[in-house]
């Protein structure tokens, strides 16, 4: 790559860090420790929450499935 191009406005490949956006080089994720520590504590919260969501969603499922049961029979 020239200088010239980059003053042209070509920008070279590259990714953002996936919690502050900040221009990382292409095969990282994460621009510091800091922010892939902060990505594994936002992994750790969504997988507890989409647990208990799963939690609520089953038993939601299991009383309407007896809900449906005690009311057909009478
Ligand atoms: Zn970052
Ligand atoms: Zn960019």
């Given at each position: 790559m020239s200088e010239t191009a980059i003053k042209k406005g070509w920008i070279p490949p590259h990714s953002h860090c996936?919690?502050?956006?900040k221009s990382v080089p292409v095969?990282?994720?994460?621009?510091s420790k800091q922010c892939e520590e902060e990505a594994a504590k936002i992994t750790q919260r969504n997988k507890r929450s989409s647990r208990l969501y799963l939690i609520i969603f089953i038993v939601l499922m299991a009383t309407l499935l007896l809900w449906s049961f005690t009311t057909r029979g009478s």
């Open positions: 996936r919690v502050c956006g095969n990282k994720e994460f621009c």
